[in-house]
């Protein structure tokens, strides 16, 4: 069967499937007579507002990967280890790295291995939206498992969209700058027919990673050890991304099923201490999932959602450093997801949800020096999660917004070689509100109240002479309050203001603190028992526009955190920060268009923090900050569409490590152009 047929053919499927679910509702021999429909438009739609960067700001910041881009959004921590091959993750609110919920296009990403999601592996090339969420949604319809993170970031692909009777696009991208960095990357969507679209991409990243950087270190008594410049060895890395998505709509619903392939090599630079500036760690990783999602209005008052997901992680890591220990393991790992949602609107103001989650995962380590063709895993473990969940959101007055969920959560383990931990289980319910005080006024309050559980990873419990069964989970609770404010005014010089605040208060308990000892792949883990955290998120944007086609834009993020171990009053560092928990940090982005060209800066600032338990000054670091600037053009050349970027990053030059021993790059530069037909 030719390509036209099998294509005319899935667009006669998707076609009959919406007329069928249409006709279900309606009688073809009746006649209905309808009622008036009032569309009133709500001054405000969200009870938890997100941290948002789409479309053409996320395309002006000079942001090479996920990791880069949210480093704008407050109250995060980025642990970045340096360059493009370097590990990067995300904490939110000091709570740690496995409370935050990293969503691919709804679905949640997942490492039971480790908990930890590199967010250096996820370009911006075909992201089209990141929000960032405090809590959870406000959409009740969601997985149940997305009620149960602490805090949780979208990461939403580009979908295809056609103008008029264009039914291609094409879209070729390429950067290169310094350490050898070359970044091809392509783009094809197609419509297949007016319900069906297909898009693939695909993109590959090679870099020397040699950069330049300098050694500067002082002794508790401010005395100068080492101040030399140096150049960052075994920071390369090899990767090759390819993904593809299908999207579909019928009647009164939509439908997507996506696979994506990350591959890649690259080394682990380590940490330079004790004058040893060369590493020989190597890892190679292969990731693939293939997921599909269907949002389906049943009734008009009923609607549903379904996700699946099956996703194989592989592993392999190599240490040829005699001094340390020589490794050569494999870890493997394997996930099942499935997910069904329901909402039903009891009233116009007032809605119910339910939903239920399946989670399997299984993990295989296996040492190559002892075992070379995988026959005998030195750690296997299993883990199945239920998750069930029920919600309920209802407005009153128009005003008073409320949102309610409860989260049940039940864990089995299988572990065959060791002594496996106890099978659990946790309720952990949440509370949302926010509040217009004036109908004809930007201004809204908000608070929530929530409480989220975070199990012990497979390395937590189980990793060689590390692991412990008897670890016990943690348990986040969460209180925030604050208020948003935001004025639009199109036709006037002052187009757009916005102004947010909020004041939280979170106290986590059995915190699991992780961070790497020695080589940077393996991490050391301990229970600190309980955490406090008091803090503060301020951001502010605004939008101005004057004569001749010129628009400034502004936006500054602010965040303090008190983050304080108060688990035993004896111990040193009782009321002490935890590591890498800065008071104060904050970001902000300058951008100015005029016509075809855009100028956009961007400014990061880490205060003072401390990378060991105890703060003395032996595990004081200091603060750190850096200036990027992007210059970009846009053209056309008949119908191709062109665009050139040139970015300067760390335009100051300055020398600091986001983690302790891992240098960052000193200035270096990208070129980048992109064809769109």
């Known amino acids: 069967?030719?390509?036209?047929?099998?294509?005319?053919?899935?667009?006669?499927?998707?076609?009959?499937?919406?007329?069928?679910?249409?006709?279900?509702?309606?009688?073809?021999?009746?006649?209905?007579?309808?009622?008036?429909?009032?569309?009133?438009?709500?001054?405000?739609?969200?009870?938890?507002p997100a941290q948002t960067l789409k479309g053409e700001e996320l395309r002006k910041l000079n942001s090479f990967s996920v990791a880069d881009a949210i480093r704008y959004f407050s109250g995060l921590q980025i642990k970045d280890y340096g360059g493009v091959a370097g590990l990067k993750t995300v904490n939110i609110r000091s709570m740690g790295t496995n409370h935050a919920g990293v969503y691919y296009n709804g679905i949640q990403l997942g490492n039971a291995q480790n908990g930890q999601v590199d967010l250096g592996k996820f370009s911006l090339d075909n992201i089209e939206e990141i929000s960032l969420y405090n809590g959870q949604k406000s959409d009740i319809l969601q997985s149940a498992r997305e009620f149960g993170s602490s805090g949780s970031i979208y990461l939403t692909t580009r979908r295809p969209r056609f103008k008029d009777s264009i039914n291609a696009h094409l879209m070729a991208k390429v950067k290169f700058g310094s350490y050898g960095l070359l970044n091809p990357a392509l783009l094809y969507e197609h419509k297949l027919c007016a319900n069906v679209s297909v898009a693939t991409s695909a993109e590959w990243i090679t870099s020397k990673g040699n950069y330049k950087f300098r050694y500067r270190r002082v002794d508790a008594?401010?005395?100068l050890k080492y101040d030399t410049t140096a150049v960052r060895h075994n920071s390369d890395i090899d990767a090759l991304r390819i993904d593809a998505g299908l999207y579909g709509g019928f009647g009164t619903g939509k439908w997507n099923v996506f696979a994506y392939h990350y591959t890649s090599e690259r080394g682990i630079p380590g940490a330079i201490v004790n004058n040893v500036w060369k590493r020989s760690e190597r890892l190679w990783d292969r990731n693939s999932f293939l997921q599909g999602s269907l949002d389906w209005d049943i009734l008009p008052k009923l609607s549903t959602r379904t996700n699946v997901k099956y996703a194989s992680d592989y592993t392999h890591y190599v240490n040829n450093d005699t001094d340390i220990k020589l490794t050569d393991n494999v870890y493997k790992q394997r996930e099942l997801y499935l997910s069904w949602a329901a909402r039903y609107a009891l009233r116009s103001n007032w809605d119910v949800s339910m939903a239920y989650d399946f989670q399997w995962n299984d993990y295989e380590g296996f040492d190559l020096e002892k075992d070379e063709d995988m026959e005998t895993p030195m750690n296997t473990a299993t883990r199945g999660t239920h998750y069930i969940s029920a919600a309920t959101a209802f407005t009153v007055g128009d005003r008073l917004k409320v949102q309610a969920s409860i989260l049940e959560t039940f864990v089995n383990e299988e572990k065959r070689q060791r002594d496996k931990a106890p099978n659990k289980s946790k309720v952990t319910p949440g509370v949302f509100l926010s509040y217009q005080p004036?109908?004809?006024?930007?201004?809204?309050?908000?608070?929530?109240?929530?409480?989220?559980?975070?199990?012990p990873t497979f390395n937590d419990l189980y990793y060689t002479d590390m692991g412990n069964p008897a670890l016990l989970p943690e348990t986040a609770t969460q209180y925030n309050v604050g208020f948003v404010y935001d004025r639009s005014q199109?036709?006037?010089?002052?187009?757009?203001?916005?102004?947010?605040?909020?004041?939280?208060?979170n106290?986590?308990?059995?915190?699991?603190?992780?961070?790497?000892?020695?080589?940077?792949?393996?991490?050391?883990?301990?229970?600190?028992?309980?955490?406090?955290?008091?803090g503060i998120d301020a951001s502010m944007a605004c939008t101005l526009a004057f004569p001749y086609g010129w628009i400034l834009t502004g936006k500054v993020q602010y965040t303090y955190q008190e983050a304080i171990d108060v688990t035993n009053p004896s111990d040193t560092y009782y009321r002490d920060q935890i590591p890498y928990i800065p008071w104060h940090s904050g970001s902000a982005i300058v951008g100015l268009t005029w016509g075809t060209w855009s100028l956009n800066y961007s400014f990061i600032y880490v205060g003072e923090r401390y990378n060991q338990q105890e703060n003395i000054a032996y595990n004081h670091t200091q603060p750190w900050y850096t200036s990027d600037i992007t210059l970009m053009k846009e053209f056309h050349v008949g119908k191709v569409g062109l665009r050139i970027t040139a970015e300067v990053n760390n335009l100051l030059d300055q020398d600091y490590d986001v983690v302790l021993n891992y240098p960052m790059p000193m200035r270096n530069y990208k070129f980048g152009l992109?064809?769109?037909i």
Request: aromatic share 12%; net charge positive.
């Open 490 to 505: 199109e036709d006037n010089t002052f187009r757009n203001f916005h102004l947010a605040v909020d004041a939280y208060y």
């Open 438 to 455: 004036w109908k004809k006024q930007e201004l809204v309050l908000r608070a929530f109240y929530k409480t989220a559980y975070r199990m």
């Open 1 to 48: 069967m030719g390509n036209d047929t099998c294509r005319r053919a899935m667009c006669l499927m998707v076609g009959l499937y919406g007329w069928m679910s249409a006709s279900a509702q309606i009688h073809p021999d009746s006649i209905r007579s309808l009622n008036e429909v009032v569309v009133k438009a709500k001054t405000y739609k969200e009870i938890i």
């Open 674 to 676: 992109t064809v769109e």
């Open 221 to 223: 008594s401010g005395a």
């Open 507 to 534: 106290e986590v308990k059995n915190k699991i603190v992780s961070w790497p000892q020695g080589p940077q792949f393996r991490w050391t883990t301990i229970n600190l028992g309980r955490v406090e955290i008091k």
